[in-house]
């Protein structure tokens, strides 16, 4: 399968849960560079780290895709969007940020809406099949 994706970050507090995506990830080969972070405050500092690098041209044609989990210790993932929202647009039109989380509330799907940075809201787990519905929709 042709690989659509720069890279993947992972935000979840689950280790295992990260893990597990990495696995389904690199089965389908979607990306081989897969970061897992365990907080919102350790993604803000690595796409921080992004921005101020090279390593990145606003003009590349594969996006990075963020799967975020909402509730986590530290710092949540409604908090990572609001200080991710402070990037220049260019640089964060490189990314797709995908909820994926536990929770069922209408009201985090709704919040989810009120973001452009958000494109998508799933369920956790992720599945083989969970991935490729995914990967068809938003890519």
Request: charged share 30%; net charge negative.
């Amino acid at each position: 399968m042709e690989k659509r994706i720069r890279e993947v970050i992972l935000i979840d507090d689950d280790h295992v849960l990260n893990k597990v995506n990495t696995w389904i990830f690199r089965k389908l080969g979607f990306s081989h560079e897969i970061t897992s972070l365990g907080n919102g405050d350790e993604a803000l500092l690595y796409v921080s780290e992004i921005y101020n690098s090279i390593k990145i041209s606003t003009k590349q044609e594969k996006h990075i895709l963020i799967l975020l989990d909402l509730n986590m210790p530290i710092m949540t993932g409604w908090e990572f969007i609001e200080k991710f929202k402070s990037f220049d647009e260019s640089f964060k039109n490189l990314f797709k940020i995908i909820i994926l989380t536990s929770s069922y509330n209408p009201d985090d799907i709704e919040l989810s809406n009120q973001y452009e940075e958000i494109v998508g809201f799933e369920n956790k787990p992720l599945s083989l099949e969970g991935l490729k519905v995914i990967m068809e929709r938003y890519f």
